[in-house]
Nanobody, 123 residues
Framework: QVQLVESGGGLVQAGGSLRLSCAASGRTFSNYAMAWFRQAPGKEREFVAGISWIGTSTYYADSVKGRFTISRDNAKNMVYLQMDSLKPEDPAIYYC????????????????WGQGTQLTVSS
């Protein structure tokens, strides 16, 4: 089992920045590729960004490429999502997720999930 706990969500103005954090515990963190997903009301959960086991490879949804940056610190069992140039379409609940496989973008391909953290963007 891997337990994931997100934090860092909140209210930010459009154009602003925010960093989300995800703390992992349980099995060996470096054995898992990590990702951030988001889900807005009435919409399906969508892939945002992913990172490989030791952080050498990152991949993004087109909607956030160039604005969001995913990173991880395996020594601290943490994964982060730096969100810059936030837009009115970015608000959602953001979830951290873990999988053993690499470069997966489907929510059903992830085995472990956090409870989510809310991002609100004011225009």
């Amino acid at each position: 089992q891997v337990q994931l706990v997100e934090s860092g969500g909140g209210l930010v103005q459009a154009g602003g920045s925010l960093r989300l954090s995800c703390a992992a515990s349980g099995r060996t963190f470096s054995n898992y590729a990590m990702a951030w997903f988001r889900q807005a009301p009435g919409k399906e959960r969508e892939f945002v960004a992913g990172i490989s086991w030791i952080g050498t490879s990152t991949y993004y949804a087109d909607s956030v490429k160039g604005r969001f940056t995913i990173s991880r610190d395996n020594a601290k069992n943490m994964v982060y999502l730096q969100m810059d140039s936030l837009k009115p379409e970015d608000p959602a609940i953001y979830y951290c997720a873990a999988t053993r496989a690499l470069r997966r973008r489907g929510a059903n391909e992830y085995d472990y999930w956090g409870q989510g953290t809310q991002l609100t963007v004011s225009s």
